[in-house]
């Protein structure tokens, strides 16, 4: 990503309009992986912002480190476990696990999910 398209989504995360904070957050979701300590900042002031989807987009994107025992990661933690009976939902906790690191947990909860009658 060019520095100029990271400066526009570092900017985007202050926006007025929640819908911009919300996708900028997800947006910057490759950058915090690799990491990269500006974009990480800004997604951390998002766990904190008042719409519970903006705080959702950045726990999403901080997942790998979200610390599940504050606001924005007691809501992600929640929202994973409500979808679990989609297989939408179930692999989108499989992706949580394996970028936490809790491999066998994710591969008995995708086994599953292959075996699950279509």
């Given at each position: 990503m060019s520095r100029g398209a990271k400066a526009v989504?570092?900017?985007?995360?202050?926006?007025h309009d929640p819908l911009v904070r919300g996708r900028a957050a997800r947006a910057l979701e490759r950058l915090a992986s690799l990491p990269d300590p500006a974009s990480i900042h800004s997604l951390n002031?998002?766990?904190?912002?008042?719409?519970?989807?903006?705080?959702?987009?950045a726990a999403w994107s901080?997942?790998?480190?979200?610390?599940t025992?504050?606001?924005?990661?007691?809501?992600?933690?929640?929202?994973?476990?409500?979808?679990?009976?989609?297989?939408?939902g179930v692999m989108r906790h499989g992706v949580f696990l394996l970028d936490r690191g809790q491999v066998a947990e994710a591969a008995r909860l995708l086994?599953?999910?292959?075996?699950?009658p279509r």
């Open positions: 989504l570092l900017k985007f995360t202050r926006d002031g998002l766990l904190n912002d008042p719409v519970r989807s903006v705080r959702g987009d901080l997942r790998r480190t979200l610390d025992n504050g606001v924005a990661g007691r809501d992600l933690l929640r929202d994973l476990r409500l979808n679990l009976d989609q297989p939408q086994q599953a999910l292959s075996a699950a």
